[in-house]
């Protein structure tokens, strides 16, 4: 992904942060202390929890929507590379929307949803951590999630399918989207030669309806 991030500091780069930054921010708390370290260091190379922390007062109480997309590309990139990110409750699709974001410039809206896009199925083949539905909820701010659907149905290899074990238990895939991925179960189990991954399907599908007993 890294040339779609590349693309993102380029395409971005027109947004310069605002003078006086800091001094534009609340007082309240850490606002000031945080936004003097943003305005000082090169985007390059800030760190993930000031970044974080401004996620969450961003536009409200730090800063313009200007400010934001100055720090974008940036927060992005650590979005897609550094796991800690969804540990920190940022808003951040939720700020976009908040401010317009399906009517920025088409270019700008297509490179943050192909890297969404790269990011998800990036993590949908990595090793499954309960964390996918998370993912999705701060997708579903931007996006219809249909097409997300959609390529975890077409990703249904054991990682993908371990993802989707993690979420069903706990009711985290829409009823529609739980029955489709049933069926590809099913087939993978009957084709299955691997012992371990027959027996895990095995398992799943000898407890899946005890996992829809809220959904009827």
């Known amino acids: 992904m890294e040339n779609e991030i590349s693309k993102l500091y380029c395409l971005f780069k027109k947004y310069k942060l605002a003078r006086n930054f800091a001094s534009r921010c609340s007082l309240f708390g850490k ?5 003097g370290y943003l305005e000082k260091n090169a985007l390059l190379y800030l760190e993930l929890e000031p970044l974080a922390f401004y996620c969450c007062k961003a536009v409200y109480t730090m800063g313009s929507i200007d400010d934001l ?3 974008l590309p940036r927060i992005i990139e650590l979005m897609v590379t550094d796991p ?3 540990s920190h409750p940022t808003d951040l699709f939720k700020k976009l929307k908040e401010n317009g974001f399906e009517k920025w410039d088409v270019a700008e809206q297509k490179l943050i949803y192909e890297i969404c896009e790269k990011f998800f199925i990036t993590y949908l083949n990595g090793q499954a951590n309960g964390m996918l539905s998370t993912i999705l909820e701060d997708f579903d ?3 219809n999630l249909e097409s997300f659907y959609e390529m975890w149905l077409s990703h249904a290899n054991e990682n993908a399918i371990s993802h989707f074990i993690v979420e069903a238990k706990y009711q985290n895939v829409p009823i ?4 489709k991925y049933i069926e590809k179960i099913e087939v993978m189990y009957l084709e299955a030669t ?8 095995e398992d799943f599908l000898d407890q899946h309806e005890k ?3 809220d959904w009827y």
């Open 31 to 35: 606002r000031q202390e945080v936004a």
């Open 69 to 71: 997309k100055h720090f």
């Open 84 to 86: 800690n990110w969804f």
């Open 141 to 143: 701010e931007l996006f």
């Open 176 to 179: 529609d989207f739980y029955w």
């Open 194 to 201: 691997d012992i371990e991954l027959k027996s895990k399907l």
């Open 211 to 213: 996992y829809l007993k």
